[in-house]
């Protein structure tokens, strides 16, 4: 049963151009949304998360919004950097609990 | 601030036998997860501690699997007897309060199991 869905394994964008990674969920009683990064080798860290009561929000090149009637979130970087590319990690959170994503490989080519 | 310790990093074995795996969190950080991830999936949670009691192990295949986190801070996972499906990354991952979604979660670099 997988309530949250990163439909596209990977992605490849240009240095300097707009990276757009999406996630879907079915479960619409969530409260938070988050997303996580991943280098090889090394474990998620947190980037950004929103709440389930805005449908936007920025932190530097990051920018996470949200379409609950869609039951949709996307992450945007922009300007990307080739330091950007790694594994991403849609997750939602409620009652305690982190559901993950899949994951969307990026790729930043310089 | 260190950060969540695992070891080992790499393990082998064959189908049948155990393993143990070692995660110390961050110090003060009162709940513990232990995370499997498999290739191409998203980390899937096995077991969550709140200090040393067992807050969430629904999805944690009980005949096999087991966990303890004695005394409150490190914790470790045992797989025994050992399957080719349990071969992924297990991720322990530790957070501040009762592990809500802005408390501070931090994982580890994980423990790639190959079982072969």
């Known amino acids: 049963d997988q309530q949250v869905k990163q439909n596209s394994p990977s992605l490849s964008v240009q240095e300097g151009r707009i990276s757009i990674l999406n996630c879907d969920y079915t479960?619409?009683?969530?409260?938070?949304f988050l997303w996580y990064k991943k280098y090889p080798a090394e474990g998620p860290t947190f980037l950004i998360s929103i709440s389930s009561i805005k449908d936007k929000n920025e932190d530097g090149r990051f920018t996470v919004f949200l379409n609950k009637s869609a039951k949709h979130l996307s992450l945007h970087i922009v300007p990307s950097q080739p330091g950007d590319s790694a594994v991403y990690f849609c997750a939602a959170y409620n009652f305690n609990k982190f559901y993950f994503g899949s994951g969307t490989k990026l790729n930043v080519k310089p | 601030e260190a950060g969540v310790a695992q070891s080992p990093r790499y393990k082998i074995i064959e189908k049948r036998q155990s393993v143990a795996f070692w995660c110390n969190p961050i110090?003060?950080?009162?709940?513990l997860y232990w995370y499997q991830q498999i290739l191409g999936q998203g980390p899937k949670l096995l077991i969550q501690?709140?200090?040393?009691?067992?807050?969430?192990d629904s999805q944690l295949p009980k005949d096999r699997f087991s966990a303890e986190r004695l005394k409150g801070v490190d914790s470790t996972l045992k797989i025994q007897p050992a399957k080719l499906e349990d071969s992924a990354v297990y991720l322990c991952?530790?957070?501040?309060?009762?592990?809500?979604?802005?408390?501070?979660?931090?994982f580890g670099s994980g423990t790639r199991l190959t079982v072969v």
């Open positions: 501690f709140q200090n040393n009691g067992v807050v969430d």
């Open positions: 991952a530790s957070s501040t309060g009762t592990g809500g979604p802005l408390d501070g979660y931090t």
């Open positions: 479960n619409s009683m969530f409260d938070y």
């Open positions: 110090s003060g950080h009162a709940t």
